[in-house]
């Protein structure tokens, strides 16, 4: 049985400057989000300044590479901040994060320029 969604958003937005395409499982890719978001917010708390592109980035790789074997979503975590400027890391299924120019996902193309 498949189940589609054509009203869920395919973009989320992590940070102020920081948001997630969301490819594959709908339910996962929210899950791998929110906690991402949670744990963003509790690092910005503790730390007092917003995370960098590539903290989100490794943090969202950890969540799926933690549980690559119950996970079937594929992630492009793109923004800006005042350390290394715009920056696009796709994740794929498993939990690899690879820094890129640009990244396609889905329908959707990502380009840093």
């Known amino acids: 049985m498949y189940v589609a969604n054509r ?4 973009i989320t937005q992590l ?3 920081v ?21 963003l917010h509790q690092r910005t ?5 917003p995370a960098t592109v590539k903290v989100v980035a490794n943090l969202a790789r950890l969540l799926s590479y933690n549980n690559k074997d119950r996970l ?6 793109g ?3 005042k350390y290394e400027g715009g920056k696009i890391y796709g ?13 396609i996902g889905g329908f959707l193309l990502i380009c840093t320029s």
Do not use: H
């Open 7 to 10: 009203a869920s958003d395919k």
């Open 15 to 17: 940070t102020d400057n």
């Open 19 to 39: 948001y997630v395409c969301r490819s594959g499982s709908a339910a996962d890719s929210q899950i791998i989000s929110d906690y991402v978001r949670y744990f």
């Open 45 to 49: 708390i503790q730390l007092g300044q």
């Open 72 to 77: 079937q979503t594929g992630m492009i975590v």
């Open 79 to 81: 923004g800006w901040d």
């Open 91 to 103: 994740i794929p299924l498993g939990g690899t994060v690879l820094e890129q120019p640009f990244a």
